[in-house]
């Protein structure tokens, strides 16, 4: 009775182990979903109007105001694609966690099918 009653418990604790993991997949997908949504508003509303901005217009600017602009538009430019680097490579950790986490999820259920075999094995 003793090692049929360890082996339901050890399963019992390799579902709780896909429960949690299925809920962090959960949460990182969520997550993935908010940062593409906040990075598109960025996109949008800073990093692509910053990049198309035309200050040609401004060389009537007196001494170097002009080229201090671009050089500062210039910046914000290479700023926003270092960011924008840096998040494609957090998303690309995500992905990798998840894809972890679904492999953990199968090594707990190939585990679960061994016990139930050796379970039934006893039972019989």
Not at 41 to 51: D, F, G, L, Q
Request: some cysteine; aromatic content about 8%.
């Amino acid at each position: 009775m003793g090692r049929k009653s360890a082996i339901r418990g050890r399963i019992n604790h390799l579902r709780g182990m896909i429960h949690e993991y299925e809920g962090n997949i959960s949460d990182l997908n969520y997550q993935k979903v908010n940062l593409n949504n906040e990075y598109s508003e960025i996109n949008v509303y800073s990093r692509i109007p910053i990049k198309n901005y035309d200050i040609s217009s401004l060389h009537t600017w007196t001494g170097n105001t002009y080229s201090k602009a671009e050089a500062y538009r210039e910046d914000a430019v290479l700023i926003s694609e270092k960011e924008k680097g840096q998040f494609i490579s957090l998303l690309s950790d995500i992905d990798k966690a998840i894809q972890r986490l679904r492999e953990m999820i199968n090594s707990c259920r190939a585990e679960i099918s061994n016990l139930e075999s050796i379970l039934a094995s006893i039972e019989d």
